[in-house]
């Protein structure tokens, strides 16, 4: 059929997330009653709700088209050793944290050399072991399916690899950060055999609209009074600002009203930079949609 299937974690960090993206893209769902299947209206696209750890697999059996999960857990699965390539389309920049190592405070382990023949414990044995490779290091991996952080204090491992955001759960059980060995957030997914190409266009346009909403969310629409003869300083200090829109102010003719998109994210002090070349009335408005 020509429809759209996307496989979204039912519940946990990912999922709110991932549905308010797919709505942001002005898609509506039909949930049925055992919510694993929700039937796209007015666009063909419909999701799948699952456990994130099981998304790779259904891309690669093509049960769904595209998924949306983590870096962590898709490139746990390449670095398994499946051959296939789930392609990543889109980073969407939500579910940040990183895969760490910690070990206990006193562990005398102060270097990743230090690491070379100890036991990690870690949910992603196949990530871990690579990423430690590249830097040289040989460890052994024990493979837990939750509660990392509590191997050392049980004499089964030296060393975690575990995701942190804030670093808390490593505090409370006497844990140190000792090295970050991978960076990962949300990222769009899709299945290694290409999309037949009945359902390409559909594709091209859901991506379409995906990337309206992934540049609005970052982009700013500034708006400010500037003197005439600052114009091109004043345009360069805008984030990510092309083409500005000039207006003539009736009341000021040495100044003009100047409209621009900053498609990178406007700080404090960008506005106090603006400010002092003669910028005044600088407005910041959020960018609902964008399209083109
Ligand atoms: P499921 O029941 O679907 O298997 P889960 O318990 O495995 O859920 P969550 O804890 O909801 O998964 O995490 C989902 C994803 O959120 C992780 O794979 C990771 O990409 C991301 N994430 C962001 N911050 C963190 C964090 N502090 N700890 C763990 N995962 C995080
Ligand atoms: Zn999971």
């Known amino acids: 059929m020509n429809r759209i299937r996307v496989a979204i974690q039912k519940s946990g960090r990912l999922s709110e997330r991932s549905l308010g993206l797919l709505q942001n893209c002005g898609l509506r769902f039909a949930r049925s009653k055992d919510k694993l299947y929700w039937y796209g209206q007015d ?86 072991s690579s990423l430690l490779a590249e830097r040289g290091v040989r460890a052994e991996m024990v493979k837990l399916a939750g509660s990392v952080e509590i191997a050392p204090g049980l004499g089964i491992a030296d060393a975690i690899s575990d995701l942190v955001s804030t670093g808390t759960t490593l505090r409370a059980n006497h844990l140190v950060e000792m090295a970050v060995l991978f960076e990962s957030s949300a990222a769009l997914y899709c299945r290694p055999e290409r999309v037949p190409s009945k359902k390409q266009a559909l594709l091209n346009r859901l991506l379409a609209r995906l990337d309206g909403v992934l540049q609005a969310a970052e982009s700013k629409y ?52 603006l400010k002092g070349a003669g910028a005044s009335a600088i407005l910041v408005v959020p960018v609902e949609k964008m399209l083109g």
Request: glycine share 6%.
């Open 43 to 128: 666009f063909p696209v419909d999701l799948l709700l699952v456990r994130d750890d099981d998304i790779p697999r259904i891309l690669l059996d093509g049960v769904c088209d595209l998924g949306i999960v983590g870096q962590n857990i898709a490139l746990e699965v390449m670095r398994e050793g499946e051959e296939r390539e789930l392609e990543e389309l889109r980073n969407l920049g939500f579910g940040r944290c990183r895969l760490s190592l910690a070990v206990p405070e006193k562990s005398g382990i102060s270097s990743l050399a230090d690491l070379d023949g100890c036991r990690i414990a870690t949910s992603y044995p196949a990530l871990t």
């Open 222 to 273: 500034v708006m400010l009074h500037a003197p005439r003869d600052a114009l091109e300083e004043i345009t360069l200090l805008l984030p990510g600002a092309e083409h500005p829109s000039l207006m003539d102010l009736e009341s000021d003719p040495d100044r003009v009203a100047l409209h621009a998109v900053c498609r990178e994210a406007v700080f404090w002090e960008h506005l106090e930079a």
